[in-house]
């Protein structure tokens, strides 16, 4: 019986589901570089690039076992440039009568992909994704019953099902988490090693010049990528992080420094996302760090926090809450996106950093995402939508299961509380405790009403007040909303008045 298997663009993985019984003499594995994939959102150059490369060296990897590989260039005259329009050509020329695919990372292709049967006439089989290490199904379980589904509990479970960091039945240490630890300011002197870049080999070049000729338009610059596109590199990255920058990054993982976005985190999600490297492989490789003495706890601990914990529950909230989560707007925020989240003009120098390291890299570190952007658009009250398919657009390791509760929920509270449990507010206080971006700012951080007054200030007492109803409810949140009460009206007014003016006046 042939069977054809269809991999998608982040399905690039040895243990992939739909390739776990491949028969190689009888099966075909089809790949296609398709305009609709590249373009529903108009995705940074440097992301189409690490996925169609990625792609291309895959079909390589595969052919090289032997297995053959139905391979649709982006250029191929025939090429229909949907994934749908591909499956259908395939399953006519190869006569297959049987099709199977795992389940994709977004809602908008699971939907596609159900109808596949129907349009094709072949059967269809969805296998769940195995590289995760929280299946959909275990996650409903774990959520069914609870009034709230912290992450906290989720991690703990994570950690001792998957025995990382256990020591028998107690977490490594004493403790679950270390995050207390890892709040640290970067002292001036520190300086982060360099992170390993892969220079384009000829396969690359070719999917540079393809996205400079094709997606020329499309946000972010193109020069100056050296991502991992193999298994192999992505080892090598990882292997580099471990030796020289998981040391540093629980202490300072919270910290941001102007024209160094990578600092001592890891860049592994472009590589683990696509599925060019395992979680858990990652997670071994940390605690095993941390057991031969290279790295501290808290740093390693934080680590696998990220990976086993957050990576994982983000994709079960996901599944969980979709499709109804992607139109969640708890705080009614309807600003549209202001022209600088692309351009970077603006006088904040802290969004300006962030922006131009976004356009430049296709990636910014976590706080740069949550406490700077994502806070950014909180306080300003910006459309949820808008914001989702910003953070869709700009960075290369973004993915709807990952992207949208990181956005919606994490950065944006739309969801009413169902990933954290307050909105991560913060004023211009925090950035500068966190960052060196205010000393080379044009606004005083310390000033929150006046022509240089810092617009996080305002803005934070201005969201503050404007939600104080909803906010006072919120246990976490009292320590603001008695501020706000104590403060004297005539500053109140005076801030939210300047907030007015500065919102409108964005563009
Ligand atoms: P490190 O800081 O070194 O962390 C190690 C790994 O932990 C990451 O590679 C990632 O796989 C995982 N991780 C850490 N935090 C999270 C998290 N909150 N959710 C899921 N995984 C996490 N991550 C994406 O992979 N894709 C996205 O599109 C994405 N969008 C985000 C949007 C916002 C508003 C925020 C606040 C966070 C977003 N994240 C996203 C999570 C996180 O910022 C990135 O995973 C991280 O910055 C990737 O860089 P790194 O590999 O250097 O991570
Ligand atoms: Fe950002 Fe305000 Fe600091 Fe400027 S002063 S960098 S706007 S926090």
């Known amino acids: 019986m042939t069977t054809l298997r269809i991999l998608l663009g982040d ?37 189409i690039v690490l996925v169609l490369s990625a792609m291309r060296h895959f079909a390589e990897r595969l052919r090289a076992r032997g297995v053959r590989v139905d391979y649709v260039t982006f250029d191929d005259p025939d090429n229909t440039h949907s994934l749908r329009g591909e499956m259908l050509r395939a399953a006519r020329r190869l006569q297959c009568e049987r099709i199977v695919v795992t389940e994709p990372g977004e809602w908008r292709l699971l939907e596609d992909i159900s109808g596949w049967q129907q349009a094709s006439g072949v059967a269809v089989e969805i296998r769940d994704d195995g590289r995760f290490l929280c299946s959909q199904r275990q996650f409903r379980h774990w959520a069914a019953g609870r009034r709230a589904l912290r992450m906290e509990f989720f991690y703990r479970e994570m950690r001792r099902g998957h025995a ?38 000829a396969v690359t070049q070719a999917v540079i010049d393809l996205v400079a000729r094709e997606f020329g338009a499309h946000f972010g610059e193109l020069e100056g990528f050296d991502l991992p596109v193999t298994a192999e590199q992505a080892s090598v990255a990882l292997d580099h992080f471990i030796r020289e920058r998981l040391a540093g990054f629980g202490d300072w993982q919270d910290f941001m420094r102007s024209g160094e976005a990578v600092l001592f985190h890891a860049l592994i999600s472009t590589s683990m996302n696509c599925g060019l490297l395992a979680p ?27 990976i086993l914990g ?3 529950y983000v994709r079960g909230i996901y599944w969980l809450r979709m499709p109804q989560y992607g139109h969640l707007n708890a705080l009614g925020a309807t600003r549209p996106l202001p022209e600088f989240y692309w351009s970077g003009e603006t006088g904040m120098n802290c969004m300006a950093h962030v922006i131009t390291d976004t356009r430049a890299h296709a990636y910014a570190h976590h706080i740069q995402r949550l406490m700077i952007t994502g806070n950014f658009a909180l306080l300003a009250g910006l459309d949820p939508d808008q914001v989702d398919e910003w953070y869709l657009i700009v960075y290369a390791d973004a993915y709807q299961w990952v992207e949208m509760p990181n956005v919606r929920g994490m950065a944006l509270f739309a969801d009413g509380g169902v990933m954290g449990s307050k909105p991560y507010a913060a004023s211009g206080a925090y950035i500068n405790r966190m960052s060196d971006y205010c000393r080379g700012c044009a606004y005083d951080v310390k000033a929150a009403t006046g022509s240089r007054a810092c617009p996080f200030n305002f803005l934070y007492w201005d969201f503050i007040s404007r939600h104080q109803d909803r906010l006072s409810a919120n246990p976490r949140m009292a320590m603001p909303v008695r501020s706000l009460a104590r403060m004297d009206p005539g500053r109140i007014e005076a801030m939210r008045s300047q907030a007015a003016v500065f919102l409108d006046g964005m563009g």
């Open 11 to 47: 399905q690039l993985s040895d243990s992939i589901a739909s390739l776990a019984d491949l028969d190689v003499a009888a099966d075909t594995v089809l790949m296609a570089e398709v305009r609709d994939e590249c373009t529903y959102v108009r995705h940074h150059k440097k992301k």
């Open 164 to 201: 990382v960091l256990m020591d028998e039945n107690e977490p490594a240490g004493g403790r679950w988490n270390f995050d207390a630890e890892n709040r640290k300011r970067m002292p001036g002197g520190v300086r982060a090693p360099a992170v390993p870049g892969f220079a384009p080999d």
């Open 280 to 306: 858990l492989d990652a997670c071994r490789a940390a605690e095993a760090a941390w057991r031969d003495g290279i790295a501290p706890l808290n740093a390693v601990e934080g680590f696998v926090r990220q």
């Open 310 to 312: 957050w990576r994982e």
